[in-house]
């Protein structure tokens, strides 16, 4: 049986959400309108796939560290509070 990774999960589910825009002097924006401020810039479509992913996974741990509410994807809901005994 594979190993899924939550955070892995999450990435790729928001990830598909990804928007991207030709701009007029021939560079890309990208957006993922469920996680608000998460948006990259960049001279091809490739890179700013690579910088959307890189700051949606900073976005998505700061959100953790700081208990920041963050969309829940599908059945996927990084907001559950974890309990030790």
Known sequence: MPVRY???EYVERAMAHAVYDKLED???AGRIPPCPGVTA???NL???EEQLQ???EEWTLLGLKLQHPLPVLG???LNA???RE
């Open 26 to 28: 021939g560079t890309y």
């Open 41 to 43: 810039l960049a001279p």
């Open 6 to 8: 939550l955070l892995t």
């Open 46 to 48: 490739r890179e700013c």
């Open 75 to 77: 059945d996927l809901n």
């Open 81 to 83: 509070v974890s309990t």
């Open 54 to 56: 890189a700051v949606l």
